[in-house]
């Protein structure tokens, strides 16, 4: 192995990206290994005399190899790019995602841990490059966007997509979404309340960001140039494009192992069985039309409530979600974009349908999402989108809730339904420089016919890990106070909901730019089926002293040693709480999740000590 | 690298009339094995005695009993008995844990509850969570807080700790926790603490984050200690009365428990530290199959434990085996690889690193929705076990169809004792297979193999490929009942041209037992930029971890010939999570270390991630020791040299199917007469109780003079 540290060494040395581009490939080192070892040819090497596919076979054993071969490919991508990525959103929450499109941008396969990237993806990438024009595609090059309006979701979701060439044939394309924690705007981690989207940060158009395996200097520093902590962005970047070089020399190596034409031909009988099974389970659920709707706090501008509402139609083994009854879009950041409101509905289908079904084109062939442009659930240039994942996580639970009567012992109540979107920043008094912090937090999660809710969880499509106090307190000039379950802050239930959590943050001598970008303060949590609706969200400044309750929706700049405490709302109940089985109710009582008052209140326990 | 503490030779004092030897026991689910191996002769026995799970030291005493009789060896001539067991781990798995109390910093009581926030499932809305393993009415919040640099912010509440304590032994708490906020910086407030709890209970296991588990990030950290405090009391219980039983049979030898990361402690420390020991039976297979495959030449090795559930990989390199840092214990139920982290408890000590999937002989072939054919994850396990067992299994597996191939011998499996149903095999591939995918017997028998052996591969390439080698450098050693049945096939498959398959493959943990070197872990996290500054520390900081290796190896000086400290540091750039473990190049002026760490990391970073970036400056977080004291080993006897006519061992020929060639007639052998030196040309089958091995055609099989198979391509022979 090359020992590179003793000269200059550019991201990746000339030589490289010279012979890389010829092979279609970023990196040397693993180009060599692909050469030198060609680890994988047994196949080909044994002389199969002609591709099955070719000869109109289907082998059973053959797609199930191929299928676990595929699957590796995006998993490694996904390991490569959460252990080179800097920001503790992608390494230690997980907050990205990872997959393999064929020359015709259908997905093929998908590794993620966060459910928010079911749909996303599969829209981003066809359009991104339909916009930059398929033709104009290199060996070697790579297209970054975050564009809302082209298939994208909010701008701290950048995507990387980069053509797979065998034999100067185009194979498809791998492709890695990111949350990155800032991209610049109006306020810290580009999470504020804002009207239009040039305040929430730079907007990135289906662009070029490498050529001939090789990052462009020139927009990265313009990238670079328009977003707060640009060290740790930029090393973000890097370990995406890491992740698509490992991608891209993997497919390779699978080519080569089942030959190129049998590759294909499974691929698409792969996208077929999905279909198939998706259309099996469909099959089995109840036809009709089923509605709901719900309210958000406000948007973030003005007191007034925003409506939602959406209807289920199942007919002919078609599951449709209809959101044409949603209000205009607003200037704003509460606004989806559609492929927001896509994934959110293709989260709750993936929930209703067998779980070992994959992930792939095959998977959305049957599903709807009807919406008008300009509408809150499909929004259209210029307004803002910062706050789109709380529409979607709304829509998640209002699906369940339209859900409720036809399909009971599948659906749930709601969750916390929100997001929590909590950023901070400004200068380090310690180090002088400048930085975001981006954060999520969890609470609890509805119940269902058969179970209580779980305690402290992510819910729906989000699934992201919290991060250490220790290591917050370590990297950024702030202290945790509390990070606890809130006792009664469940909804009340024969099988109850889960607590929420309180965090409380302070800021030790500086004056923090803090803000929130959530809901449900106003409108909390319901239950189902009799049960009751947990404790809404608080959002307090001061919460020991005077108390202050902030809006859902806002940015503040805190004093010295200003504490917030942010406090997430239980999950609803499900069924009659007087129904609950006693040894719960008591069991809740013992551990303290339930005060003694909330047991006879609330649960009809009788009076005790 | 590695320094090296030479000592005058062993002090083996036994006087030549007692025949010495070393005993290690295995408690596996169904089974427990026994090795014993005479110092003087190295003649290995293995013995193999039902488990009895109610009572494990039972079935323990049983196998030393028995070892020790069929090798007519005397109690006090045991020199050293080392045990695997899996009592932590079935403890966190049922749920049968001692009730433990935590004591923490105010605000954080919910933090083994609250965990990672995240859900395992990502689309169950019917999953609930694992219940912590303390319950919230023993959490207790104390006045005390520390700042990220360590420096005390709020005095540890005394008088608010000890009402504490009162309460909590007052409500029948055995075992307590003390995990305050950043204490692996300053351990000031927990050695209070720990002082107050043992006046107040001085009958209570203490468990104390930063001794258990001094690194940061706090939620492992606490679940570590918290994991060790829950099984404190029963590992010290069970330690106690095995210590008792050996006594009492007048066995007198230092008593050795095999830790999570391969190497052995002494059983009075396991007591204290029994989160170490919690995945002893995995890392004992890992360590014998390294130390077989080096006693015959290979040092780098990709091992290959295919049991009735699952099937284990790990990687040995330059003849060590690969660690990780953190792993989760008491997950309910198997999940795939990429998925249900937060489904158990993290632990967070080093770990041989192995990817386990769902293909073991017992994995369920069959068909979904969809009509795709598939294997795993779920298993017949042994009750009711393949179709061919004839005890009520109906859906076919693995073993049904390594025995409609051929594969197996119907009249010899476990030596005979139970006679394996081929009819019933067929019927339930024919059934649930075959006809469902319009295939016919063979191909679909073939089929359930090949699928199942993909899943082999993902796992193997996770554990080479992904972690950036190349498999074809490693030898794959395959033990386990089923690992030799399919190691040929997978070798061929990843392009390995060594598969070594030892003596008693289905024993081969137990035996593994016999072979381990005594190994301290020291970790101290030291966060520092990696500048000229911070070399004094890490000089430092390695020399204090010498002493206090040494002070912990004198214990033992009676067993080791030889000390190594294998010192690491773990490194990442500036605002990454994940460290990269970089070996110390060892004493050197300091400007040429600073160097050399760099270099060595940049070069880990390139090969991890394909770049390395200028601007951005090195973090130290990490530094790492292993103290190994090296326990000679016994050199084993040799068999009798053969005369290249192994018809001698031939038990006669039968139908064997090969994707491919079609059915061969291949001839069967009977390993127990395989000499040294044969060589067994494939196709063919080599049996023996615990196992067979299957020899491809194209490949041969050469006995070694130990016994060990090793199969390599004809070409290359």
């Not at chain 1, 390494?91 to 393999?100: L, P, Q, V």
């Not at chain 2, 089929?447 to 591969?457: E, K, Q, S, Y």
């Amino acid at each position: 192995m090359r020992i590179q540290n003793q000269q200059p060494s550019p991201l990746i040395d000339p030589e490289i990206s010279y012979r890389a581009a010829k092979l279609h490939e970023g990196d040397l080192r693993l180009l060599r290994r692909v050469v030198r070892s060609q680890i994988f040819n047994c196949y080909e090497k044994r002389g199969t005399p002609m591709p099955r596919a070719a000869r109109g076979e289907f082998d059973p054993v053959r797609f199930e190899v191929i299928r676990s071969a595929l699957l590796a490919v995006v998993e490694e991508m996904g390991a490569t790019l959460r252990r080179a990525a800097y920001s503790t959103n992608i390494k230690t929450r997980g907050d990205f995602s990872c997959a393999f499109f064929d020359s015709e941008c259908r997905a093929v396969v998908q590794a993620f841990a966060q459910p928010s990237h079911l749909g996303s993806l599969a829209h981003i990438v066809p359009a991104a490059i339909e916009k930059y024009g398929r033709e104009r595609l290199q060996p070697g090059d790579a297209l970054l966007t975050n564009d809302p309006y082209t298939g994208g979701v909010h701008l701290n979701d950048i995507t990387l997509i980069s053509p797979v060439f065998i034999e100067d044939k185009l194979f498809g394309y791998v492709a890695n979404i990111a949350h990155h924690v800032d991209v610049g705007g109006s306020t810290p981690g580009s999470i504020g309340v804002s009207k239009e989207i040039f305040q929430e940060g730079i907007i990135i158009p289906p662009i070029r960001f490498m050529q001939k395996g090789n990052i462009d200097p020139n927009v990265f520093d313009i990238i670079r140039a328009n977003i707060r902590g640009e060290r740790e962005v930029s090393g973000d970047f890097r370990a995406q494009s890491a992740a698509n070089r490992i991608g891209a020399s993997r497919l390779i190596e699978l080519a080569d192992r089942f030959g190129v034409a049998d590759s294909i031909y499974y691929m698409g009988q792969l996208l077929e069985y999905t279909d198939r099974r998706v259309s099996s389970n469909l099959s089995t659920f109840p036809e009709g039309r089923y509605h709901a709707q719900c309210q958000f706090d406000n948007d973030g501008n003005t007191d007034e409530p925003v409506d939602l509402s959406l209807t289920v139609e199942i007919a002919d083994g078609i599951f449709t979600v209809n959101f044409e009854a949603c209000p205009a879009q607003r200037p704003s950041s509460l606004n989806a974009t559609f492929s927001q409101t896509y994934s959110a509905v293709m989260y709750v289908v993936k929930c209703l349908i067998d779980h070992d079904i994959p992930v792939n084109d095959g998977l959305y062939r049957q599903i709807r999402v009807k919406t008008r442009p300009g509408t809150i659930t499909h929004a259209t240039y210029p307004t803002a989108v910062a706050a789109g994942w709380e529409v979607a996580m709304h829509i998640c639970d209002l699906i369940f809730k339209a859900l409720s009567e036809a399909m009971p012992e599948r659906t749930i109540a709601c969750t916390k339904g929100i997001v929590c979107n909590l950023a901070f920043g400004g200068i380090n008094p310690t180090s002088g420089e400048y930085f975001t912090y981006y954060e999520t937090i969890a609470g609890g999660c509805g119940a269902t016919a058969a179970n209580d809710g779980m305690d402290a969880v992510q819910a729906h499509f989000q699934n992201t890990e919290n991060a250490p106090a220790e290591e917050v307190e370590l990297y950024y000039p702030v202290r945790i106070l509390r990070y606890e379950l809130i006792p009664d802050s469940e909804g009340p239930g024969k099988q109850r909901g889960g607590l929420g959590i309180r965090r409380d943050f302070l800021f030790p001598g500086w004056n923090a730019s803090f803000s929130i970008l959530s809901d449900r303060a106003i409108f909390p949590p319901w239950g189902l089926a009799g049960g009751q609706p947990a404790r809404a969200a608080k959002y307090i400044l001061d919460p020991d002293g005077k108390a202050t309750e902030l809006s859902s929706k806002t940015t503040i700049t805190l004093a010295p040693n200003a504490v917030i405490s942010i406090q997430t709302p239980g999950g609803g109940g499900y069924g009659n709480p007087h129904d609950r089985d006693p040894k719960k109710v008591s069991e809740d009582l013992r551990q303290q999740r339930i005060s003694r008052l909330r047991a006879e209140t609330a649960y009809g326990a009788e009076k005790g000590p | 690298m590695t320094n090296s503490v030479q000592r005058p030779a062993s002090s083996s004092s036994s006087p030549a009339t007692v025949r010495a030897c070393r005993i290690g026991i295995d408690i596996g689910g169904t089974f427990t094995d026994g090795a014993i191996v005479d110092e003087a002769t190295g003649k290995v026995r293995i013995v193999k005695v039902l488990t009895t799970p109610r009572a494990p030291a039972e079935g323990f005493m049983t196998a030393v009993d028995r070892a020790l009789e069929i090798s007519e060896a005397r109690p006090e001539s045991v020199t050293m008995l080392v045990h695997a067991t899996t009592i932590a781990t079935n403890a966190l798995i049922e749920g049968k844990t001692a009730r433990v109390g935590l004591i923490t910093t105010r605000g954080f009581r919910d933090i083994l509850e609250i965990g990672y926030q995240i859900r395992p499932e990502l689309y169950n809305i019917n999953q609930v969570k694992l219940s912590p393993l303390v319950e919230r009415r023993f959490r207790y919040e104390i006045g005390e807080r520390l700042d990220a640099q360590g420096r005390v912010l709020e005095p540890l509440d005394q008088v608010g700790l000890r009402a504490a304590v009162r309460e909590l032994k007052a409500r029948g708490v055995e075992a307590i926790v003390i995990a305050f906020l950043h204490s692996y910086l300053n351990t000031v407030h927990e050695d209070i603490a720990e002082r107050i709890v043992r006046e107040e209970m001085p009958e209570a296991f203490v468990s104390v984050s930063s001794h258990v588990c001094p690194e940061f990030r706090e939620y492992a950290r606490t679940s570590t200690a918290a994991v060790n405090a829950a099984v404190m009391p029963i590992v010290a219980r069970y330690l106690d009365q095995l210590s008792c039983s050996l006594v009492r049979r007048n066995i007198r030898a230092p008593f050795y428990m095999m830790q999570s990361s391969g190497g052995v402690m002494k059983a009075s420390l396991a007591k204290a530290r029994p989160v170490y020991i919690v995945e002893s039976g995995p890392a004992a297979g890992v360590i014998a199959a390294g130390a077989f495959a080096r006693s015959v030449g290979f040092e780098n090795i990709i091992s290959f434990d295919m049991g009735g559930t699952t099937a284990k990989v790990g990687v040995v390199q330059e003849g060590l085996p690969k660690l990780s840092p953190e792993y989760e214990v008491g997950r309910k139920t198997y999940s795939p690889i990429g998925e249900g982290k937060g489904a158990g408890y993290p632990v967070r000590t080093p770990v041989i690193d192995l990817v386990e999937v769902g293909a073991g002989g017992g994995s369920l072939a069959w068909v979904d929705s969809g009509g795709a054919f598939r294997v795993g994850p779920e298993s017949a396990g042994s009750e009711p076990g393949p179709a061919c067992y004839g005890r009520g299994g109906h859906r076919p597996t693995i073993t049904d169809a390594n025995l409609v191939l051929g594969r197996l011998n119907s009249d010899f499996f476990l030596g005979g004792e139970m006679r394996l149903d081929d009819g019933a095999a067929r019927r339930a591939i024919n059934e649930h297979v075959a006809k469902p995918l319009g295939l016919d017997l063979l191909t679909a028998a073939s089929g359930i193999l090949d699928v199942g052996n993909a899943g082999m591969i993902g796992a193997m390439r996770i554990v080479s490929v992904q972690r950036g080698y190349d498999p074809r450098e490693f030898a794959l050693v395959a033990f386990g009942g089923a690992g030799p049945l399919h190691a040929n096939a997978l070798a061929k498959e990843l392009g390995i041209d060594v598969v070594v398959v030892p003596t008693s493959p289905g024993v081969a943990t137990a035996a593994g037992l016999l072979l381990t070197d005594i190994k301290h872990e020291l970790v101290a996290t030291r966060r520092m930029v990696l500048s000229s500054e911070a070399i004094p520390m890490i000089v430092d900081s390695f020399s204090e971890f010498n002493e206090r290796a040494l002070r912990m190896l004198a214990e033992d000086r009676d067993q080791w010939s030889e000390v190594t400290f294998l010192r690491s540091i773990e490194m990442r750039y500036r605002g990454q999570s994940h460290e990269l473990n970089v070996p110390f190049p060892g004493e050197m002026a300091p400007h040429l270390l600073e160097k050399a760490l760099r270099a060595s990391f940049s070069q880990k970073h390139l090969d991890a991630f394909g770049y390395i970036s200028e601007q951005d400056l090195i973090e130290i977080v990490n530094l790492r020791m292993s103290a190994v004291g090296h326990v000679p080993s016994v050199r084993r006897d040799v068999l009798g040299v053969g005369n290249g006519d192994i018809g001698r061992a031939q038990k006669g020929t039968r139908d064997l199917w090969v994707r491919g060639s079609g059915a061969l007639q291949a001839p069967f052998y009977d390993r127990y007469k395989l000499l040294a030196a044969d060589e067994v040309p494939g196709p063919a089958i080599i049996e023996e109780i615990d196992s067979s091995t299957l020899v491809l055609p194209g490949y041969s099989a050469g006995v070694q003079a130990e016994g060990h198979l090793i199969i390599r391509p004809l070409s290359a022979a």
